[in-house]
């Protein structure tokens, strides 16, 4: 397995990887899914993983920006998905490995994610990269007419913005 930086190229697998996570209504409250040009402005251009295999992708990984302030230049959002037949393998550790040193080396100094509670892979993966609990919402969100609560985890780097 390769990681590569993500491109347009790969848009096709990662989409139907996006789609196949949201479909398991532990990835995220949205039903959008964006076309290329909508993900390609909301996600932070130098920081994209694909994990490639048999010239496949496996999985990816991107940052959100969480603000347009110069105040959180260095702060941001992960996202993480994994397609289905690849789950469970070790892949989105490595992804999010590599994205916590792709975020260092482009100056960010915090790294957070939103996780719903019984997304038990993604919080584990995520506790194994340096990222700890910092607080929990009850019922901030309905998906599928289902209230959720969700996990706050955040990475404070110990090379940047020291």
Not at 94 to 112: A, G, I, Q, R, Y
Not at 128 to 142: A, D, K, L, P, T
Request: aromatic share 8%; hydrophobic share 40%; glycine share 8%.
């Amino acid at each position: 397995m390769n990681i590569e930086k993500l491109s347009e190229k790969h848009w096709p697998e990662v989409k139907a990887i996006y789609e196949s996570g949201v479909a398991t209504g532990n990835a995220n409250f949205s039903h959008n899914i964006p076309d290329w040009s909508e993900w390609d402005k909301t996600h932070v251009k130098n920081c994209r993983l694909v994990a490639i295999e048999d010239s496949g992708v496996l999985g990816w990984a991107a940052l959100t920006a969480i603000s347009d302030s110069c105040v959180f230049a260095g702060v941001a959002e992960v996202s993480v998905y994994i397609a289905e037949g690849s789950r469970s393998k070790g892949i989105g550790k490595k992804l999010l490995s590599e994205l916590v040193k792709l975020s260092e080396k482009n100056n960010l100094w915090t790294l957070e994610s939103r996780i719903f509670i019984e997304n038990l892979a993604s919080i584990k993966i995520h506790e194994e990269n340096g990222f700890r609990i910092i607080g929990s919402r009850e019922r901030i969100g309905q998906l599928n007419g289902v209230w959720r609560d969700t996990l706050l985890l955040e990475r404070r780097s110990v090379k940047v913005g020291i």
